[in-house]
């Protein structure tokens, strides 16, 4: 099994709780409190009676506390939460590309490279299939009218970032296109996206998202498949028939992660997660303006915009992810101003999104009823 290797594998499971201070991205070791203990019980109590495995971070006013449960490696019993784990993000990674469009946005400002979202991205694409027509927005809010399929099908092939941009341009210009404006949820609007950071900055996407996103935030256990370490895995995901546990095995393939950058080849713990969702409004990453800004495009045609969906006038901010032939599942759901919800990676699924989410709606509902959108 092609897997990324490490040393000294310690099976040991993470204390249950860890204290995020928000402001400074800072983590440090917390007394567990009565309340801490309930919701760590009940968490597992609900995963267990739901047949997943994986590990989530429960914010309940403002304080984060990251619970695990089940094996993220049965076979070597290394277990959810467990230090060198770094799990996938899926579609979780679209809002941070967005970002960091926004970024670029901010910075080109009053110079010849000055863009917005409704610049055309034939400035980009000049060969690409109706680029001409379609915007910096209608990708971010999959409004491309962009349907090619295939970017997370196993071509057995190691990608660069510029060979996975070719690949789905030419994908792009041999397949159908609905009209633009249209909805179609699709990787390729991301992986475009991150060809236009690598144009913009003359650096790739993989230093773009070091600089921008990692540094910033001091994240210590947030990387791009391709960087991680030695001394850290990905983990294995396991389908549940509801009866048995760590049933029909599967991974990630360095083929098809290498294909979608920018879209889903972002691997991270849920408590990491959550710092970056937090520096989306803090001005570490962007501000609360830039945020509305890229969470409001005018190309948008649902409540999906830049990467997340909005809800409940946008008081709460959403996104799901989840990758061909694993059974991995990604969900966050918190409210807007980052003080309750979950950051959730399951590794054990029956690999219905629905499922999942009703899962994560039951934690919702114990932090703060009457507050969160079951899907």
Excluded: C
Excluded at 183 to 205: C, H
Excluded at 230 to 244: E, M
Excluded at 298 to 310: F, H, I, Q, R, T
Excluded at 319 to 328: K, P, V
Aim: hydrophobic share 35%; charged share 15%.
């Amino acid at each position: 099994m092609k897997h990324k290797s490490f040393t000294l594998i310690t099976a040991f499971i993470l204390a249950a709780t860890t204290l995020i201070t928000t402001g400074t991205a800072k983590t440090e070791a917390a007394t567990t409190t009565a309340d801490q203990t309930e919701m760590y019980r009940f968490v597992r109590k609900v995963f267990k009676q739901n047949h997943v495995r994986g590990v989530v971070t429960v914010v309940k006013n403002g304080v984060p506390q990251t619970i695990s449960y089940g094996y993220a490696w049965y076979g070597k019993r290394i277990g959810n939460g467990n230090p060198m784990i770094v799990y996938p993000t899926a579609s979780l990674q679209k809002v941070i590309t967005g970002a960091m469009i926004v970024q670029l946005i901010n910075e080109t400002s009053n110079t010849k490279q000055a863009f917005d979202q409704d610049t055309k991205i034939s400035r980009w694409y000049p060969t690409l299939k109706n680029a001409k027509q379609i915007t910096v927005g209608n990708l971010l809010t999959h409004t491309s009218g962009i349907t090619a399929i295939g970017t997370e099908i196993n071509r057995n092939y190691v990608y660069s970032e510029p060979d996975a941009i070719n690949w789905v341009t030419n994908n792009i210009n041999s397949s159908k296109s609905n009209a633009v404006g249209s909805y179609f949820y699709n990787n390729s609007n991301y992986i475009l996206l991150a060809g236009i950071i690598r144009q913009i900055t003359g650096k790739s996407y993989e230093s773009n998202f070091q600089t921008r996103i990692v540094d910033k935030l001091k994240l210590q256990n947030t990387y791009l498949y391709q960087n991680i370490p030695s001394g850290k895995t990905d983990p294995i995901s396991y389908f549940s028939n509801g009866r048995k546990n760590y049933q029909k095995s599967s991974h990630l393939k360095q083929f098809v992660v290498s294909q979608v950058p920018g879209a889903a080849n972002l691997f991270t713990t849920p408590d990491e997660y959550y710092k970056i969702q937090v520096g989306l409004t803090n001005g570490t990453i962007l501000s609360q303006t830039d945020f509305h800004y890229l969470t409001h495009l005018k190309s948008k045609v649902n409540n999906y915009s830049g990467g997340m969906y909005l809800k409940n006038n946008d008081s709460l901010k959403l996104a799901y992810g989840s990758l061909r032939t694993t059974h991995f599942g990604s969900w966050v759901q918190l409210t807007t101003d980052n003080q309750n919800g979950i950051v959730m990676f399951l590794n054990q699924t029956n690999d219905r999104e629905n499922d999942e989410k009703d899962i994560g709606y039951k934690i919702l509902q114990h932090i703060k009823p009457n507050t969160f959108s079951a899907r």
